[in-house]
């Protein structure tokens, strides 16, 4: 049964049996609608398999023709397929005289029947030999190469059909081949396998399915995100030299699948970098840079590894002034989470508007006034925040603390469960239609000091006040326009820049609709924040003072105290500032009040795309090392994704054996045993060295060694304990009354037949 030649030659004219080897396979199986569902690279599907017994045959070595065709049929039934719809057999073929002609015979009786399209038949035993117990997954793993490359492998060692073969027009490949596809039926194959103990297997392989269509540009995100991560920054080079390396073949939906695997399947080290791109030439462009000594635009060791400190993040919440028409459009078109978080919005506020939301926010741009006033404005800066907390929300990034700008202490709210989002939008609806009936006032941002404003406000201007307090000489004044333009007239120094706003909230002009405003907002559920809170109205942390209805009504009326909210934001410990806007209008003013320390992070930034700016806030969330959930960032606007194989981690090759050549190394000998008489050998463990004084003595020659020289002595001890371990096992198994230096001796005279 063993090839008399070293070479299995399965179906061969020159076979003389088998040539034993082996190995071992590994298949992952998972259910295919799993594996779409989770972006798997599909390699190749299993449609059915199935598994008889020879029953009673002519031997042990001999099988079964009947066995193998029932098998074989057994297997096509339950795949539903006819014995034409399958173009490859992976056969047993051991090269045997006796297994070979029967299996071509049942194959035979099986496939050639009415067939169309042509069969060919191969065995991975040419190329490794008979694996036995492994012989069935090589050829399974062999065969799902094949789906998988569309190539259909040589025969190794084959010259021609063995005389005892009938030739019925199945092909055993001489040559690779192309395996070309078919309008009518997806490439299939069946794999046998054949056990010593006459039971047999059958598996029916499909190629993947076709991958998902590419989407549309207005289905996928402008852009993509890449992290990467290792022990050290010369390790972290090498991993960005590597993925670069890759990118020269890459398309650009490779460059996404790429950045989608890296994102879910790569280990988050200390060293960290981040790259946002559009394409893969421009991520190739940046890992090369970074690869040859140049910095990454988002790297640094993550701060909750390097200082044992997690990172506390804060949201800030942007108030009016922010809105634009088409804000978040992008993020609308691609995100299902922004998506729909703003069409929730939108569905509550039809009962207290009547047009749509979404219509104003994504109107022509000549036709954005209706966008600027309050009675929309407000209710849209809302909406657009409270989606971009969603998304962010989505991904597993949530603050630790929220401070709120003017309006946007709404969406603090929410974000810190003060208010359900039904009864924002109510008193927001409410609100902003109130304000809106107050009339024309005047808005103005002073370069000055609350004190010197303060001071010019005298008490016939009692139509104007101090609205917000943005930092030391960042304040703003609103109220009647003929009392802030008396205000102006009599101070013609100050820096002055307008602010256009439609009415004057945290003035006097709201005086009238304050009654009003408590009457409804004592309709409405208000709970303890389970989210740090700064009030910006406070001007500092807050928590039963927000659950009262007397609360909101001041916050309409009395000043804005932004300042004092990030100095209450700073005490709180927050290292991240992200702003939950349209723009980053918070992020400066917060720089302005605790200078440049922490990083701020907008979620949008015109004219800037909406994933670019989203992104790169996100790599820089990553290399800070926040928690982020992956899974759902590759889902967002990243539509028919598959995993890509990656470049392995460069190891860096290093040798932790200690160096006998170091100074203050010097091999011990051990004394030669003094003579002494024979003596019986006690079987007690040596107490020669009592292990506390041995371990005391180590102990203080380590502690006033030399750094480099400790190596040595701990090695020396070492060495002396593995000798005397050695030198007592010998001992032990002595026979009784004998020592070892006898023991020694008797064996020194055994000599060559010892």
């Known amino acids: 049964m063993l090839s008399t030649d070293g070479r299995s030659r399965s179906f061969d004219v020159d076979a003389s049996g088998y040539v034993r080897s082996e190995g071992c396979g590994i298949v992952v199986l998972k259910r295919l609608s799993d594996a779409v569902a989770d972006g798997n690279r599909i390699l190749a599907v299993v449609r059915a398999s ?50 070979d002609p029967i299996e071509w015979s049942a194959l035979r009786a099986v496939f050639e029947p009415g067939r169309t399209q042509p069969l ?50 199945a092909e055993v490949p001489q040559r690779g081949l192309p395996w070309l596809p078919s309008p009518s039926r997806a490439r299939r194959a069946g794999v046998s396998s054949f056990g010593f103990s006459g039971t047999n297997v059958h598996v029916i392989l499909e190629e993947a399915p076709p991958a998902i269509e590419e989407p549309s540009a207005g289905q996928q995100r402008s852009h993509d995100i890449l992290t990467l991560s290792a022990h050290s920054d010369t390790a972290l080079r090498q991993v960005a030299a590597d993925y670069a390396a890759i990118l020269d073949q890459s398309t650009d939906a490779g460059f996404r699948d790429g950045c989608m695997t890296a994102q879910r399947e790569r280990s988050r080290y200390v060293e960290r970098a981040a790259f946002v791109a559009s394409s893969a030439a421009e991520l190739k462009e940046q890992l090369s840079s970074f690869a040859a000594g140049a910095p990454a635009e988002t790297q640094r060791i993550a701060a909750a590894q390097k200082t044992g400190r997690s990172v506390r993040l804060g949201f800030l919440f942007t108030g009016g002034g922010a809105q634009y028409i088409g804000m978040g459009r992008a993020l609308f078109e691609t995100s299902d989470v922004f998506a729909n978080a703003l069409k929730r919005c939108d569905a509550l506020l039809k009962a207290h508007r009547p047009r749509s939301l979404l219509d104003v926010i994504f109107q022509d741009e000549a036709q954005d006034a209706e966008l600027h006033q309050v009675a929309y404005m407000q209710p849209a800066l809302f909406a657009v925040s409270y989606a971009l907390t969603q998304l962010w929300q989505s991904w597993g990034v949530r603050p630790d603390v929220v401070l709120g700008h003017s309006t946007g202490e709404y969406g603090a709210a929410c974000a810190a469960g003060i208010m359900t989002l039904e009864d924002a939008l109510a008193l927001i609806a409410t609100r902003s239609q109130l304000m809106q009936t107050t009339g024309t006032a005047t808005t103005i ?159 949008l930034q015109p004219p800037f795309a909406d994933w670019e700016v989203l992104l790169r806030s996100l790599a820089s969330l990553y290399v800070h090392g926040v928690d982020i959930d992956w899974q759902a960032v590759g889902r967002a606007g990243n539509v028919g994704r598959q995993r890509a194989a990656l470049p392995p981690y460069p190891f860096t090759r290093r040798s932790y054996f200690l160096d006998l050549t170091a100074p203050g190394f010097t091999a011990r000998r051990e004394p030669a045993p003094a003579q002494a008489p024979a003596a019986p050998v006690s079987r007690k463990p040596s107490s020669a060295a009592p292990p506390a004084k041995r371990q005391q003595s180590v102990s203080q020659q380590l502690k006033s060694a030399l750094p480099h020289a400790r190596p040595a002595l701990l090695a020396n001890y070492i060495a002396s304990c593995v000798r005397q371990i050695l030198r007592l096992g010998v001992e032990r198994h002595l026979p009784h009354g004998i020592t070892r230096q006898q023991h020694v001796s008797r064996k020194n005279n055994i000599g060559c037949n010892a």
């Open 120 to 169: 060919y038949i191969g065995s991975a035993k040419s190329n490794v030999g008979h694996l036995e117990s492994a012989a069935g997954i090589v050829g399974f793993i062999k065969t799902v190469l094949a789906l998988d490359r569309h190539y259909i492998p040589a025969q190794l060692h084959h010259r021609a059909l063995h005389p005892a073969l009938t030739s019925w027009g």
């Open 445 to 603: 941002a002073l370069r000055a000091t609350e004190a010197q404003i303060a001071a010019r406000l005298g008490p016939d201007e009692d139509g104007v006040s101090i609205a917000v307090i943005n930092g030391e000489n960042n304040i703003v004044i609103a109220g009647r326009p003929e009392a802030v333009h008396r205000v102006l007239t009599r101070w013609p120094e100050v820096e002055a820049t307008p602010i256009k706003v439609s009415c004057g909230p945290h003035s006097p002009l709201m005086d009238p609709i304050l009654d009003a405003f408590e009457a409804a907002a004592q309709k409405v559920t208000l709970s303890p924040p389970h989210t740090r809170f700064i009030s910006s109205t406070l001007g500092g942390a807050a928590d039963a003072q927000v659950v009262t209805a007397q609360y909101w009504r001041h916050h309409i009326r009395n000043t804005v105290r932004f300042m004092d909210g990030m100095r209450a934001l700073q005490k709180e410990g927050v290292d991240i500032c992200l702003e939950m806007g349209p723009k980053p209008t918070l992020l400066s003013l917060g720089k302005d009040v605790l200078g440049g320390d922490g990083v701020w992070l907008p979620s």
């Open 50 to 99: 199935a598994a008889n017994q020879d029953g009673a045959s002519a031997g042990l070595t001999v099988p079964s023709e009947a066995a193998q065709q029932a098998l074989v049929r057994k297997a096509l039934r339950l795949a539903e397929l006819a014995p034409d719809d399958i173009g490859y057999i992976e056969a047993h073929g051991s090269g045997t005289a006796v297994g």
